[in-house]
RNA sequence: GCGCCAAUAGCUCAAUUGGAUAGAGCAUUUGACUACGGAUCAAAAGGUUGGGGGUUCAAAUCCUCUUUGGCGCGCCA
């Protein structure tokens, strides 16, 4: 869409900017902060003075005379200090909205992530316990995240990585066993590394309930460790899934050893010398390829580290085809990078193939103390408390409204309680109230009608409400390309202020059906783009509040 | 001690990745139609972008020093 508009613009002034004597600059467009500097601009004339040597003012009166406003449909170009500001006709900006009318749910479609094929991975908690709530900024980034590449035109898998191997599966197992003995009265001991959460003891009930005491006879360990883990599962998958997060791929650390895939990589470190033996373990050369030292792949009890199987596990990922991978991790595992980073340029030749989002630690307050939570100490909010308190689409709305550098508080008591200040229902008033307009008009008996050209609208009225629909499409390529979910929700809520400003100015419906027809048609666009922008978050569009 | 990340209005956060007068929400103050939904609109006030130095036409943004906070620094996962 920005395309139709400033598409041949841009050509234009980047041959004017090549007759001037500068090679193979590219022109961008912003749009000015204050609405009387036009509706587009260029800073062109600031970033040639290097080269051509001259005054940024006189650069800018330079290329403005070469261009005609009537080949571009603008109705105005003006230089202010040095920038060269656009101003458009605004009947033909207003014939845009046709267009979203047109495409409906595929405005806004790009094709920036044409033939790349991604993988994200995130939340991938270990089955041991309930999600909190620094899983759920994860979840609520990551899911956000691939909607809007797809919608960029990205192909993309999301993934869950289920860690249900290793030593902490062993902690469960036994954790559930001492809650179990503890439930029939005998003596029993947590160490400090079991798992001391409530959902231990409920799966120890469940047991309990079901096996009576079966396992005091014979052997747990096997059957506590499914047990526990199908629980557990079943639980988070129920958690995410209320919280509008679905996965295409559950994938299991166990089916790495099941497939051969972790002795086939260590075959490969070795075979391509990446490894070596010093005091009885097997090393990685990490340190060659950035990381501050080597790192242990096979402990001196010939067990192997929890790098293994993810290396095994990337490199699985990357030979299913994808071009790029993405993990979200929590800062806390920001340390890790730089081994899986090297384990990656091993395997796949190229560091880059893998990016990791890191996330800022949510800190949680209850009256402004700190609430510390650790999952062996049992002591967590978890994201089912909230989703019940707050509500999926407040708390998701509210997770991606910040940046994932911003190390969050959340206080608990001021977010229940505010709860209902949380800009999500302003966004969804808008569109609610959107659907209010065409239900009065289909009481009043009019016929909604799709026009081809506006004939009454008075576009100095509308023109930034159109002006902020046609913006949509370039807030979907940067939040793509730079993977910043947040600019969407930002997006919503400056469409939806545009969209309350102007009914309260304009009444839409009136006795003139032609007037109210022509309003209802543009409402019609800002519905659809609020509903799409609302969805890429995972939050429902309402037509009821 | 070393490394990574951050610090912006009273609070929670933005700032098109180096662009024009640093913007929103909440809180505070003021105003709005006997209206199609007031969960709204219009406006005021609020800032030495933690601090010092530098880079350039231009710095919240880049470099450097410094202060404060978070997180790492396992043959745990």
New binding site residues.
Partial sequence: MLDLLLGNLKVKIEDIVKDLGAEGVEV?F?????K???D????I???L??VLRKN?NLIAFDIVSKLNKEDYKLEKI?V??????FTFLSSYIHNLVFKILKEKENYGNLKVGEGEYYNVEFVSA?PTGYLHIGHGRGAAYGDSLVRILKKAGYKVDSEYYI?D?????DNLAHSIYERYKELFGLEFALKD?YYHGPEIIEIAKKIKDKYEDKYLQSDYYFDFKRIGVDYLLAVLKKDLSDFNVTFDHWFS?TSLYENKDVEKTIEYLNNHKFTYL????L?LKTSKYGD??D??L????G?????V?DIAYHHNKLNRGYTHLIDVF????????P?LKAAIEMIGGDSSLLDVE?L??V?VLEDGKEVKMSKRSGKAITLRDLIDDVGADALRY?YV???????????LS?LKK?S??N?V??V???H??I???F???LDKGLKYKELQEFKTLDFAKSKDLVLKLLEYP?IIE?AST???P??VT?YA??L??????Y????????DSEVE?NE?LNLLKAVQIVLKDALSLIGVKA????
């Avoid at 409204?401 to 206080?411: G, H, R």
């Avoid at 939806?496 to 400003?501: D, I, Q, T, V």
Wanted: hydrophobic letters at 25%; aromatic letters at 10%.
């Fill in positions: 961008e912003e749009i000015p902060k204050d009387s500097m036009g587009y601009s260029t800073n004339a600031f970033r003075t290097k940024p003006e202010v200090n040095g920038f060269i500001n270990n860690n191997g290793g030593n902490q599966i590394d650390e010093e005091d009885g373990a090393w501050d030292k790192r242990v096979i402990k001196q009890d067990s192997y580290t929890y790098l199987p929590g800062t806390d595992h920001h340390g890790y990078v081994r890191l800022q630690m800190r509210m409204s910040k940046a994932l550098s911003t190390q969050m508080d959340l206080d001021l505010n209902n200040d800009p229902y302003y969804q008033y808008a609610a109230r659907s209010s307009l239900k009065t008009a370039e940067e730079k993977r910043l947040h600019r930002q809520y400056e939806a202020n545009y969209l309350h400003s009914y309260s100015e304009v009444k839409i419906i009136t109210s309003r309402k037509d009821k509040m």
